[in-house]
């Protein structure tokens, strides 16, 4: 029923007019469906296979990037699928990307993922109709102060785009994230537990806190929730300036992104205890977190409140985008005798 009706709609919509933010529902209903893989990625093949890049300038704007956002995706698809039939081993170049499947993960681990999405825009659609695109991700880079991948996204574009009239921003922003770099490098306020590979246990950390409250974040450096959530930090920490609460973050990303993380979080002017674990390693800290929680879901981000004893007292604390309900919160326990 669903792809007969989704090739009705995809259909009308080529008739009509090319419609970017119809297409890119219509990919949306397909991801999200529920559907059987084979089923979702046919209609998804169906979708996109009559759609027209314009022809001239590209058009700007929050529908035609939500529809290139879905386009990579159909992309990526595309590619895979063809791979599959083609039996096409891992470390033999993918169709309309050109690198291998291996490479195209190390590349996103070192370079990120819009990169390797860019090599793929760069194969296969002008490069008028993706200008604007990427720097509004290399925009939404800056905005989350990655770096890292704000640096290799913006060499790129500046090769491929060296008369943009978005070239002189790319420069000021990356400009900009290296100044706060050299500035927290040497942040006393920012830090990184010596010895943080060998703790087993979250309480080793808190009780080094003892006489203040602790709001521990359980965060990921790939997490954009978490992220998202940064941006209300520093209202946070100034509302409770002064007063006996500290901050404490468990960062959970793999041991290759050990560099990553470590920039990334004076970058962001993380202020605060800092400790970080694998996948694998994360586990008994999970377990610990959520000895007495009904709600074990390991999901990112989470925060948890300690008293100044030391104890866990509340699991699944309030978030800081939820600003007075989390204040009043930590109010409540920094007041208890």
């Known amino acids: 029923m669903y792809k007969r009706q989704i090739n009705n709609i995809a259909k009308q919509i080529i008739i009509d007019d090319i419609n970017y933010r119809s297409i890119y529902l219509l990919d949306m209903f397909a991801r999200t469906a529920n559907l059987e893989k084979n089923t979702m990625d046919s209609l998804i093949l169906k979708?996109?296979?009559?759609?027209?890049?314009p022809g001239q300038a590209a058009p700007s704007g929050s529908n035609y990037y939500n529809y290139l956002d879905s386009y990579f995706k159909y992309l990526a698809t595309k590619a895979f699928l063809k791979a599959k039939q083609d039996k096409t081993p891992d470390?033999?170049?993918?169709?309309?990307?050109?690198?291998?499947?291996?490479?195209?993960?190390?590349?996103?681990?070192?370079?990120g993922k819009w990169y390797v999405e860019w090599i793929g825009a760069i194969k296969n659609i002008p490069a008028k109709n993706i200008e604007s695109y990427f720097y509004q991700k290399i925009a939404s880079l800056?905005?989350?102060k990655n770096l890292t991948h704000l640096q290799y996204l913006a060499e790129a574009f500046e090769k491929q785009f060296p008369s943009s009239i978005y070239l002189k921003d790319v420069k000021t922003k990356t400009t900009s994230l290296k100044q706060r770099l050299e500035e927290n490098q040497s942040?006393?306020?920012?830090?990184?537990?010596n010895g943080y590979e060998n703790i087993s246990r979250i309480a080793d950390v808190i009780k080094t806190l003892?006489?203040?409250?602790?709001?521990?974040?359980?965060?990921?450096?790939?997490?954009?929730?978490?992220?998202?959530?940064?941006?209300?930090?520093p209202e946070l920490k100034a509302r409770f300036k002064g007063?006996?609460?500290?901050?404490?973050?468990?960062?959970?990303?793999?041991?290759?992104?050990d560099d990553f993380w470590k920039q990334f979080i004076k970058v962001n002017g993380m202020e605060g205890l800092h400790l970080r674990k694998s996948r694998q390693n994360i586990a008994p800290f999970w377990k610990e977190l959520l000895a007495g929680a009904q709600d074990k879901s390991e999901y990112y981000p989470q925060y948890f409140i300690f008293d100044k004893a030391g104890k866990l007292v509340a699991a699944k604390a309030k978030r800081p985008s939820d600003r007075e309900e989390l204040y009043q919160q930590i109010d409540s326990i920094l007041n208890q005798e």
Request: negative net charge; proline residues 4%.
């Open 47 to 53: 979708i996109f296979e009559n759609s027209k890049l």
């Open 91 to 111: 470390n033999q170049p993918l169709p309309y990307y050109g690198i291998s499947l291996d490479s195209g993960k190390t590349l996103a681990k070192q370079k």
């Open 142 to 144: 800056y905005t989350e």
């Open 187 to 193: 942040n006393k306020n920012i830090v990184i537990i």
């Open 210 to 233: 003892r006489g203040k409250v602790v709001y521990l974040d359980v965060w990921g450096t790939w997490c954009g929730p978490c992220k998202e959530e940064l941006q209300y930090v």
């Open 243 to 257: 007063k006996n609460v500290a901050f404490v973050y468990l960062d959970m990303d793999e041991d290759s992104q």
